[in-house]
């Protein structure tokens, strides 16, 4: 999300649009050859890539693929987050989806589901090396039901650092796309994870105050980030799964931004922290939502 509101807020919510990506790839080769004091023993030769992901790499915004978004909202609203009303939530037209959003200064949740059978299976079939079918199946076939979207400053899609799919549809211009993780497809007990464009990130705002950059007659949009117990930033995103390879190119880069880690342990759980858990207050949404809060 950048800061200044985007100029045409007639895609007035951050869900609307899925914007910027931007990473800084580099490759540290550490070779190492130790040998002891005049014997002929030599510790194996260490030959190790590792990848470094620049700090400007972010969190754009974060899914959970429900089945029952009512049920799920409502876990949400009951301890006092706003959520973004439903006759505003856009319709992903093309991809059979749509969802449940609740926005923060710095990012947004949305609860995915499939909102028409018949698109959403049409699109699978064109994009076969897509996961949404994978995913949204995950009460079936144990995919986690997690999606983070990433940005980067200065987005140059040779930036980023995992094998990606390329994803693109009607609503978005020609030369607009999004790209998704070969991983996610193939890696189903990791979260899916996808790169957004400029123009679909979301907007971030460092105070309250800041939403006044929203230009007034959007000033309605100001009340969806006021939260009634008080959430202002989420400040930072856990998610465990099972059996993970933890040395897959998606898992090695999303550990390596700041405030965000992806663990083994021993279910699908996403924990979301907010304003550095300042109020010490624990919310375990589970089992409608796979989902601790705390605030």
């Not at 993780?181 to 464009?197: C, D, G, M, T, W």
């Not at 105070?207 to 006044?212: A, I």
């Not at 992806?262 to 759980?269: D, P, Q």
């Not at 996403?270 to 705390?294: A, C, H, S």
Request: aromatic share 10%.
């Amino acid at each position: 999300m950048s800061f200044p509101v985007k100029k045409s807020y007639t895609n007035t919510l951050p869900h609307i649009r899925m914007n910027n990506l931007n990473y800084i790839i580099i490759l540290v080769l550490t070779l190492s050859l130790v040998s002891c004091n005049n014997e002929k023993k030599t510790k194996p030769k260490t030959d190790q890539t590792k990848l470094v992901v620049s700090s400007d790499l972010q969190i754009d915004h974060f899914n959970i693929w429900v089945t029952n978004p009512k049920t799920a909202k409502k876990k949400l609203t009951e301890i006092g987050f706003t959520s973004v009303p439903d006759s505003l939530s856009t319709i992903h037209k093309g991809q059979g989806t749509t969802g449940r959003y609740f926005y923060f200064l710095n990012n947004y949740l949305e609860l995915i589901f499939v909102y028409d059978l018949t698109e959403f299976e049409e699109n699978n079939r064109v994009n076969r090396d897509l996961d949404f079918a994978e995913r949204a199946n995950f009460a079936e076939n144990e995919a986690s039901p997690f999606s983070l979207a990433l940005k980067i400053k200065d987005y140059d899609i040779e930036k980023i650092p995992f094998k990606k799919v390329k994803y693109h549809q009607e609503w978005m211009k020609n030369s607009e796309s999004i790209y998704s993780a070969v991983n996610s497809k193939i890696n189903l007990k990791e979260p899916s994870v996808f790169a957004v464009y400029p123009e679909l990130e979301s907007d971030r705002f460092e105070t309250l105050t800041d939403l006044k950059s929203i230009p007034e007659e959007y000033a309605f949009v100001r009340t969806f980030y006021k939260h009634p117990n008080g959430a202002k930033k989420v400040t930072n995103i856990r998610i465990t799964s099972y059996d993970l390879d933890m040395e897959t190119e998606t898992i090695e880069a999303i550990n390596e931004i700041e405030n965000v880690s992806i663990k083994n342990g021993a279910e699908h759980l996403m924990e979301l922290t907010f304003d550095n858990n300042v109020q010490g207050k624990i919310f375990d949404l589970r089992p409608e939502l796979p989902l601790i809060i705390k605030i």
